[in-house]
């Protein structure tokens, strides 16, 4: 097992990835974002957290948080969202998958990875670069050709704030000052 050191910068600003176990492809269903979405208010008022951008997609989580000043401890924040998610889905399906012997031992049911991939936000351009990833990953993936498609995002709130024109991300408008490579 590795010794990844995560980052502990209190009030510091976070971009995470969280992936399903064996990246099954459960977010995207009405029933599984209504779950999530309380699971992530619930967890946002008991362990107070800002949301700064954030896409579900089928099998996996892209988000920037903020926390408070004085506080660092995000992984109690993923705990909390996992074990609110899981109850609540497994009593929706009323059902689960097979556990391996190490899953067993361990008590955790089969609907999230382990870990979660974390990188400290070092400055405006990092932000800049890590919400626009957020927003264009529904088309990297091929879920759909335009940004402005995909539901279970802030793109849309960035488009209603002025930060973004509703085409940011359209792969059908190649004039589209995202694809603007220089020469």
Known sequence: MSNYLRSKIEGGTFFFTVVTYNRLPILTNPQSIEILRD?????????????VAVCFLPEHIHTIWT???????YSKRWGEIKRLFTKAYL????????????????????????????HTIRDEQDLKCHVEYIHY???????VL????????????????????LDWGDTTNFSNP?????E
């Open 67 to 73: 926390l408070p000043e004085g506080d660092a401890d």
């Open 178 to 182: 995202i694809f603007d490579f220089g």
């Open 146 to 165: 335009r940004t402005a498609d995909w539901q279970w995002s802030s793109f849309h709130k960035f488009v209603a704030n002025g930060l973004y024109p």
């Open 91 to 118: 009593k929706y399906k009323n059902a689960e998958s097979p556990r391996n012997e190490s899953r067993e031992k361990r008590g955790e049911a089969t609907i999230w990875q382990r870990r979660f991939w974390e």
């Open 39 to 51: 699971a992530w208010k619930n967890t946002s008022k008991r362990f107070p957290f800002e949301t």
């Open 137 to 143: 990953n529904p088309v990297k993936h091929g879920h």
